[in-house]
């Protein structure tokens, strides 16, 4: 089978398109026939990071048919239509976890669905475990027009945050967040953010805060959250060090929490994906969530998806197809201009 490989390098690791055994799956495993792959930011960082050891197989989640399922494995068969979350999932067929794959609608694309499971897991670890959401809360978003802050906007609004601020350096990426349950979205780059929020919310702040951009927000983060309010951040693509007054802090009683898969283990990751199969699979069944595609990609092209994705002109989500017939079908969306 084929699969997209990072083969690391003394000045970081390349890509490289191979041919790789087909996995047989052991006690608790499946095999997933990958239809397509969601791509993710980090990925890029694993390749360029990649200047020791062995070719590994690149991708982090997956949407495909089960193939094979080990002995003891009774809650998927082959043949189900499914979406999961772990390594390896760039490539024609995965090996994983029974536990981390969930059954899809068979109405959704390929392409809809790769571009579900990592995305809604994260968000939903983000704004339900380690958030708290609780119904009538505010919630603000950094980033937002981003796979996972687009799910984070849906599952604020579709579980009862009674105001929703997301946030974009693009005017034209701002307006359309509305569309995905933004009640106050924010042009970063004409507006400034505490005020924003302040203002429309009577000098209180948003309880919880999900956040993706890190350094260069954060004082303005805790300028925006009220009393107990919570800053879950989840990625630092604008910078890691930063410094505040921690008067703030120590005034509103903040909590400010950090939220990752690498430092979890097995049994922690695959609760996450259990919980969030039990909440947002009823609300995915039920044609309540959108599941944008920005562009799709072929997987032997994956460094250009890296690139286009470095660009930040995306909205939503950028897929592989691995099966042909996931790009005749998939729903492809213009640049953004202005991004």
Not at 111 to 137: K, M, Q, S, Y
Request: aromatic share 4%.
């Amino acid at each position: 089978m084929k699969a997209m490989r990072i083969v690391p390098g003394p000045q970081g690791g390349h890509l490289e398109y191979q041919d790789v055994p087909l996995p047989t799956p052991g006690p608790g495993q499946v095999v997933v026939r990958v239809m397509a792959s969601g791509l993710n930011r980090g990925e890029i960082k694993m390749v360029r990071d990649a200047k020791a050891g062995g070719p590994r197989t690149t991708g982090v989640e997956f949407a495909g048919v089960v193939h094979s399922v080990g002995p003891d494995v009774t809650q998927v068969k082959v043949g189900d239509h499914v979406a999961g979350h772990g390594g390896g999932g760039q490539a024609e067929y995965v090996l994983a976890a029974a536990r981390a794959v969930m059954p899809v609608p068979r109405t959704l694309g390929w392409a809809e669905a790769a571009a579900f499971p990592n995305v809604f897991i994260t968000a939903h670890d983000a704004l339900v475990v380690n958030g708290e959401l609780r119904a009538g809360e505010t919630v603000l978003v950094n980033a937002a027009a981003s796979g996972v802050g687009l799910a984070v906007i849906q599952l604020a609004a579709l579980m009862g945050a009674s105001k929703v601020f997301a946030t974009s350096r693009s005017a034209d990426k701002a307006e359309r967040l509305k569309a995905y349950g933004a009640t106050h979205p924010i042009d970063v780059s004409t507006e400034d953010q505490a005020a924003a929020v302040l203002a429309a919310t009577d000098g209180r702040g948003v309880d919880i805060i999900i956040d993706m951009v890190g350094a260069p927000v954060f004082e303005a983060n805790i300028k925006s959250l009220a009393v107990k309010g919570r800053l879950v951040n989840l990625a630092r693509m604008g910078g890691a060090v930063a410094s505040f007054d921690m008067t703030e802090l120590w005034l509103k009683r903040l909590k400010l929490i950090g939220a990752t898969f690498r430092t979890r283990t097995e049994e922690e990751r695959l609760t996450c994906i259990e919980a969030c199969a039990r909440d947002t699979l009823p609300l995915l069944e039920a044609g309540r969530i959108q599941l944008p595609v920005d562009r799709v990609y072929r997987l032997e092209d994956l460094a250009e998806a890296h690139a286009y994705m470095e660009t930040d002109q995306h909205v939503g989500k950028i897929v592989l197809a691995v099966d042909p017939s996931v790009a005749a079908d998939a729903p492809v969306a213009a640049p953004v201009a202005g991004a």
